[in-house]
């Protein structure tokens, strides 16, 4: 092939003029010449917030942050997200989209935090003398 023209596949004695084709159509599609790349596409604030919901590593502060998302993705992610505290729970587990509250009082640092707050409540009432019935009761 003594043309430029590039037979599909790439193969064979024209896989230099493959390669190079290729190239500069990379160049072409990242909005500049080739050799040059362009600047990476700015992330949606959105996205940003999901990405960190989302992550195992963050705090239990920055999720109580991301819970007062307007996002019900980004606080249905928190609300699975291991390391929320169980105040972000509660209040996520107040909230008016139903599968948000739902995951919430699923997540076993919501259980945890309630019943820690019912033995609490039952071990005041003991100390004051009362006799608390049930545990749920208290």
Known sequence: MADS????GGTGKDRTQF???TRS????GLGGEQGTPSAA????????????ARNARTTADE???LAESK????RLE???NPNASSDTLRELATSGEDLVRDVARQNPAYEAGTIGERLGIAVTKLRRGEQPNRLLDA
Do not use: I
């Open 5 to 8: 023209t590039v037979r599909r």
């Open 19 to 21: 390669g190079a084709h």
């Open 25 to 28: 159509e990379a160049g072409a």
């Open 41 to 52: 596409p700015e992330v949606p604030p959105a996205r940003v917030e999901y990405d960190k």
């Open 63 to 65: 999720l109580a942050v």
């Open 71 to 74: 996002s019900d993705v980004v």
């Open 78 to 80: 928190v609300a699975q």
